[in-house]
């Protein structure tokens, strides 16, 4: 049974994917969908190992490990379009109760940030699908900074835009990679875990939760 915590502290910063749209899948679909048009076998467990981590990082790894002739940066095109077909089809898939967190965090005075791996437009596509732009101080994206999760890069980017002290910061994270890159920025990690997908090793969290209500919150300090 997981313990419940009370939280006052000053700032909460979400991961985007897989803390406030499920869009893992769709990412999975095109990355899969690409190699295998190359002639290549890839398992979806290969590629839940790059969850947190940018684009560039992902097909840096794929290039060299199934070792394909182009530069990731033509695969990182062809694999968003074919994203981008799939959010087309399906649409943005937003978590249970992930607006009403946000509007609860931001009425008790917390400042509020999303600091994640995707592309800027997709951060901004989220926070305005989910309505909850006016409720973010700022937005940071892995473009942003120059070391990927599971370095601190983008937190630290984030804690600093906000203008409060990494120990005064709750992270939202999904990842391996996101959970150790919060608590290599010594902010306090909270590890969401979505049942339907392979679990992320959520060791470096303080803990795990499913339901967004789960989290109580204090009047931020």
Known sequence: MMIQKEFAMKAIIFDMDGVMIDSEYAYTAAIKAEVESLGHAISEEYIYGFVGTTHEYTWEHIVKDYALP???????????????????????????????????????????AVASSSPKSEIIRTVEHLDADVYFNCLVSGEEVEHSKPAPDVFLRAAEMLGVAPEDCIVIEDSRNGSLAAQAAGMYCIGYRDSQYPEQDLSATAQIVSDFRDIKLEPAE
């Open 70 to 112: 182009e530069e990731p940066a033509v695969y990182i095109e062809q694999m968003l379009e074919k994203r981008e077909q799939i959010v087309l089809r399906d649409g943005l898939k937003t978590y249970p109760y992930i607006r009403e967190f946000i509007v609860e965090a931001s009425e008790k005075g917390y400042l509020l």
